[in-house]
């Protein structure tokens, strides 16, 4: 079952979840790595869920890192329960759900083998999910949160300040306040929690103190930002959170004239890779994953995506060569010459 737009096609959906559920041991949320607002809002709810219709308490495991401000001030201010993956035996838990990501698409830590029952997700579905237990997936919509909150709402679970903070945070931050691809259900939910979310908390997640590694990353963005017609290619060279990345592709996406942005950022052996476009013509996901074919796994949608390129070590360069073949093949893919470029900024 992919897709429950009709309410009692969803309780339905949702009570036999939770009765399938109910009747095994212990619950495991896993997110994707570097988890974003939209999959930490996701596990707060999923398990507000389980604690309020089965009196289970789930555990959320995450890899990586949360280095983004926002996000750190998110899971501190909203006191979201996180254990680092590497602390989890899979093995202790019957029930392992998967959040805001599916199984193989290499943007979550879960091994190979493991058994996955439980997918919710707003990303293009992919073959590894069609074995799962239940499957959620609705790439029609703009975050995985609001399908949590569907659940919730279906299944009268009143929501505290937090988790509703949480969620239309996520909302917010994920559509960029409904205006990259929001449905009329992620409006709807972004116009129902806001009455409830603390506008306090909302406002210290949203406007956070940042660390000096944002703004060296920002200068080399800048500095290396090259513009191609209307695409634009930026490298960060090496970076201290891979979330920055992101953070400056939709900054350079504001680019006058530009339609099409690649960021990349060297961290932990890999290049981080980030994809922004305004045109509803070009899809985010289908390019990224042609880009990065054979040397990489990347994952996305309409007007964004995400990826990486494995085993690049930090030297000059391995970064330059990685950022070339990138260029070349990002460019000849959307048939745009190279001959004609322009730095972003001056040159020091």
């Given at each position: 079952m992919t897709h429950k737009e009709d309410r009692q096609d969803l309780l339905t959906y949702t009570n036999s979840l939770l009765t399938w559920v109910s009747g095994r041991g212990r619950i495991l949320i896993v997110v994707h790595d570097n988890p974003d607002p939209d999959s930490l809002a996701s596990a707060m709810a999923l398990r507000h869920l389980f604690a309020v219709r089965l009196s289970r308490e789930a555990?959320?495991?995450?890899?990586?890192?949360?280095?983004?401000?926002?996000?750190l001030a998110m899971a501190k201010l909203l006191q979201i329960p996180l254990t680092p993956f590497p602390l989890i035996d899979l093995k202790m838990f019957q029930v392992i759900c998967?959040?805001?990501?599916q199984p193989l698409t290499g943007n979550n830590s879960l091994p190979p083998e493991a058994r996955v029952d439980v997918v919710i997700d707003h990303h293009p579905m992919r073959e590894a999910s069609t074995h799962c237990r239940w499957v959620d997936i609705r790439p029609e919509y703009g975050t995985t949160a609001t399908i949590l909150y569907d659940y919730l709402k279906v299944q009268g679970v009143s929501l505290g300040t937090k988790l509703a903070t949480a969620l239309f945070y996520a909302i917010k931050s994920e559509t960029q306040d409904l205006?990259?691809?929001?449905?009329?259900?992620?409006?709807?939910a972004y116009l129902e929690l806001f009455p409830l979310a603390n506008k306090t908390l909302l406002n210290s997640i949203t406007h956070p103190r940042l660390p000096k590694e944002y703004f060296i990353a920002l200068h080399n963005a800048l500095e290396n930002a090259v513009v191609y017609g209307t695409v634009a290619i930026a490298n960060l060279q090496k970076?201290?959170?891979?979330?920055?990345?992101?953070?400056?592709?939709?900054?350079?996406?504001?680019?006058e004239g530009v339609e099409v942005v690649l960021c990349m950022g060297q961290y932990n052996n890999e290049m981080v890779l980030s994809i922004r476009t305004s045109s509803e013509e070009i899809?985010?996901?289908?390019?990224?994953?042609?880009?990065?074919?054979?040397?990489?796994?990347?994952?996305g949608h309409g007007m964004m995506a995400g990826g990486k390129v494995d085993n690049v070590d930090e030297s000059a360069a391995e970064i330059s060569r990685v950022?070339?073949?990138?260029?070349?093949?990002?460019?000849?893919?959307?048939?745009?010459?190279?001959?004609?470029?322009?730095?972003?900024a001056p040159q020091s």
């Amino acid at each position: 079952m992919t897709h429950k737009e009709d309410r009692q096609d969803l309780l339905t959906y949702t009570n036999s979840l939770l009765t399938w559920v109910s009747g095994r041991g212990r619950i495991l949320i896993v997110v994707h790595d570097n988890p974003d607002p939209d999959s930490l809002a996701s596990a707060m709810a999923l398990r507000h869920l389980f604690a309020v219709r089965l009196s289970r308490e789930a555990v959320i495991a995450f890899s990586g890192m949360i280095g983004r401000s926002e996000n750190l001030a998110m899971a501190k201010l909203l006191q979201i329960p996180l254990t680092p993956f590497p602390l989890i035996d899979l093995k202790m838990f019957q029930v392992i759900c998967l959040l805001d990501s599916q199984p193989l698409t290499g943007n979550n830590s879960l091994p190979p083998e493991a058994r996955v029952d439980v997918v919710i997700d707003h990303h293009p579905m992919r073959e590894a999910s069609t074995h799962c237990r239940w499957v959620d997936i609705r790439p029609e919509y703009g975050t995985t949160a609001t399908i949590l909150y569907d659940y919730l709402k279906v299944q009268g679970v009143s929501l505290g300040t937090k988790l509703a903070t949480a969620l239309f945070y996520a909302i917010k931050s994920e559509t960029q306040d409904l205006g990259r691809e929001a449905t009329r259900t992620d409006r709807d939910a972004y116009l129902e929690l806001f009455p409830l979310a603390n506008k306090t908390l909302l406002n210290s997640i949203t406007h956070p103190r940042l660390p000096k590694e944002y703004f060296i990353a920002l200068h080399n963005a800048l500095e290396n930002a090259v513009v191609y017609g209307t695409v634009a290619i930026a490298n960060l060279q090496k970076v201290q959170f891979p979330e920055v990345v992101a953070e400056l592709a939709d900054l350079i996406l504001r680019l006058e004239g530009v339609e099409v942005v690649l960021c990349m950022g060297q961290y932990n052996n890999e290049m981080v890779l980030s994809i922004r476009t305004s045109s509803e013509e070009i899809n985010a996901g289908e390019l990224i994953r042609a880009i990065v074919a054979g040397v990489g796994s990347a994952g996305g949608h309409g007007m964004m995506a995400g990826g990486k390129v494995d085993n690049v070590d930090e030297s000059a360069a391995e970064i330059s060569r990685v950022e070339k073949l990138l260029t070349e093949r990002l460019l000849v893919r959307l048939g745009v010459s190279s001959a004609s470029y322009e730095p972003l900024a001056p040159q020091s």
